[in-house]
């Protein structure tokens, strides 16, 4: 009997957040969908291809989402093997499962569904993410972006004057220049070793939907429970036109006196909030924000 790949997401997931990923059956999955919790999940959700839904996932690449759209009805997202999505509103549970037998019957394929507006990246909507977290050079070029984008543009600048296409500044300014981001950007440098030395060769997986997220030493990591957490606490640069402004340490107590800490070398701030819907976070704000 034909299986394939399906999973589960819920309106508090975060796009390419699923659960009960799993080979079902044709049978399985019509199951999974009549037996889904719409009522509570569509409530003042947006109708949007992250949404509450079942996902159907073929090995040819094209998956199909069934989720909520307005005044009960359901919508069927596909995407196809092109990264293109389509749309197709259905009006009952029934309607969807007729598409979804077709989509098993038709070796992943359907038909007759609408072009979708533009989306970027539309494969993250449907596909798996784990939400690893590393010290890796993504994690740098992050850390870095404001000064990447700045001597970037300093380059430029050099360039366009040496080729005699930009008069706006001799060569003596510019090197005045990029020393002055260099001494702007020295506390930016600063905690970056000072946060690779306290992060390097750790690794957190962490989502905003599940409850249990993982951290540690690459090898030696553990399993930690949100519903176990008691405070959570963000020391970051109290000037926000620093170069440094979004260096961050953050610090999770648990109700048994245990904390974890870790830097915005890891996981930038912003990503690191979205993680704690249910949790109080208190910010610190300090000058130099190192960890010890």
């Given amino acids: 009997m034909t299986t394939l790949i399906s999973k589960l997401q819920y309106k508090r997931y975060e796009k390419g957040e699923f659960d009960a990923i799993d080979a079902r059956t ?31 996932q073929h090995p040819i690449g094209t998956f199909l989402k069934v989720g909520p759209y307005f005044s009960g009805k359901f919508a069927l997202y596909f995407l196809n093997t092109n990264q293109k999505v389509y749309v197709k509103t259905v009006s009952t549970l029934e309607e969807a499962c007729v598409w979804i037998k077709n989509y098993y019957e038709q070796e992943g394929k359907v038909d007759s569904f609408d072009r979708y ?23 740098v070029r992050s850390f870095f972006r404001f000064g990447i984008w700045t001597m970037a543009i ?47 060769n750790h690794y957190l997986q962490l989502s905003r939907g599940h409850e249990e997220f993982v951290y540690g030493p690459i090898g030696d990591t553990k399993l930690y429970n949100k519903k176990n957490i008691a405070e959570i606490q963000i020391d970051t640069v109290n000037n926000n036109r620093s170069m440094a402004s979004d260096c961050s340490v953050f610090t999770i107590t648990f109700n048994d006196g245990q904390q974890l800490r870790f830097t915005s070398l890891l ?25 010890k």
């Fill in 154 to 200: 300093v380059v430029l600048v050099s360039i366009l004057q040496y080729l005699g296409l930009y008069q706006g500044f001799n060569l003596a300014v510019l090197f005045i220049l990029v020393l002055f981001l260099l001494v702007l950007s020295s506390p930016l440098i600063y905690l970056y070793f000072n946060y690779r030395a306290a992060d390097k």
């Fill in 26 to 56: 044709l049978e399985e999955v019509i199951s999974a969908v009549l037996s889904f919790p719409w009522d509570t999940e569509r409530h003042l959700t947006p109708v949007e291809l992250t949404c509450p839904s079942v996902t159907l």
């Fill in 117 to 139: 507006g533009f989306v970027f990246n539309p494969i993250a909507h449907f596909q798996t993410n784990i939400f690893e977290y590393l010290v890796d050079r993504r994690a």
């Fill in 267 to 291: 996981i930038s701030p912003n990503t690191f909030r979205r993680k704690f819907p249910d949790q109080q976070i208190i910010s610190v704000s300090k000058s130099f924000p190192r960890i």
